[in-house]
Nanobody
Framework: QVQLEESGGGLVQTGGSLRLACAAS????????AGWYRQAPGKQRESVATLTSSGITNYADSVKGRFTISRDNAKNTMYLQMNSLKPEDTAVYYC?????????WGQGTQVTVSS
C-alpha cells in the first residue's frame, strides 16, 4: 500500500521561500510521473509542476522561474522548491504520483503567503 505524505508547508512573507517534500511509503510499481497541485479557497485544484519518469518537467506559467520540482529516487521523495513567493501562491498543496496502474494523492499541506 503506497502512501504519500507532504511536509514543509507553513506561513511565509511575500518574497520568502519554502521547500515542500512528498515522501512515499511502500513500493511504487510502474512509476510514470509525479507532480504538485494546489487548491486555493473557492478555486479548482490546479497543476503547479510535474515531473515524468524520463525527467521532463512542466510548470504552470504562474510559477515558472520561481518553483522547481525535483525527485530523490533513493529517498523516494519528491520536492517543490518555492522561491519569491506571492500571496496568490496561498493554497493547499498536494503531491500526486501516477503509475501504470493507479494514481496516488497526498493529504495536502497548507502554504500561506502574507503580504
Amino acid at each position: 500500500q503506497v502512501q504519500l505524505e507532504e511536509s514543509g508547508g507553513g506561513l511565509v512573507q511575500t518574497g520568502g521561500s519554502l521547500r515542500l517534500a512528498c515522501a512515499a511509503s511502500g513500493t511504487i510499481v510502474g512509476y510514470a510521473a509525479a507532480g504538485w497541485y494546489r487548491q486555493a479557497p473557492g478555486k479548482q485544484r490546479e497543476s503547479v509542476a510535474t515531473l515524468t519518469s524520463s525527467g521532463i518537467t512542466n510548470y504552470a506559467d504562474s510559477v515558472k522561474g520561481r518553483f522547481t520540482i525535483s525527485r530523490d529516487n533513493a529517498k523516494n521523495t519528491m520536492y517543490l522548491q518555492m522561491n519569491s513567493l506571492k500571496p496568490e501562491d496561498t493554497a493547499v498543496y498536494y503531491c500526486k504520483t501516477t503509475t501504470l496502474f493507479r494514481v496516488y494523492w497526498g493529504q495536502g499541506t497548507q502554504v500561506t503567503v502574507s503580504s
